[in-house]
Nanobody, 123 residues
Framework: QVQLVESGGGLVLAAGSRRLSCAAS????????MGWYRQAPGKQRELVAT???????NYADSVKERFTISRDNAKNTVYLQMNSLNPEDTAVYYC?????????????????WGQGAQVTVSS
């Protein structure tokens, strides 16, 4: 079994900062791309940022220059540093990871999702 556990959500004032963390644990062989998505009330889930195992990053236009994604491969953890937050960033933030994991007889690969972390930006 593999789990993704997020932390760092909460209430923050506009123009403030927040850092989200997501740690993967379990029968992990390797972690490929990791990323963050968000879903605001009444809207579809959208990509925020992704990072490959080699460290290449990709950002949604709406968060470029404000958010930074990073990962610590030794800790199987991905981070999202969010700066200059505004009320439009209010959403549930979900961690995603493409993980190759051990089964009883071999390895398999699939996407995993975290439970979600609420980030509320107050003006």
């Amino acid at each position: 079994q593999v789990q993704l556990v997020e932390s760092g959500g909460g209430l923050v004032l506009a123009a403030g900062s927040r850092r989200l963390s997501c740690a993967a644990s379990g029968s992990i062989f390797s972690i490929n791309a990791m990323g963050w998505y968000r879903q605001a009330p009444g809207k579809q889930r959208e990509l925020v940022a992704t990072i490959t195992s080699g460290g290449s990053t990709n950002y949604a236009d709406s968060v470029k220059e404000r958010f930074t994604i990073s990962r610590d491969n030794a800790k199987n953890t991905v981070y999202l540093q969010m700066n200059s937050l505004n009320p439009e960033d209010t959403a549930v933030y979900y961690c995603n990871a493409d993980i190759t994991y051990y089964t009883n007889i071999h390895v398999a690969r699939r996407d995993y999702w975290g439970q979600g972390a609420q980030v509320t930006v107050s003006s």
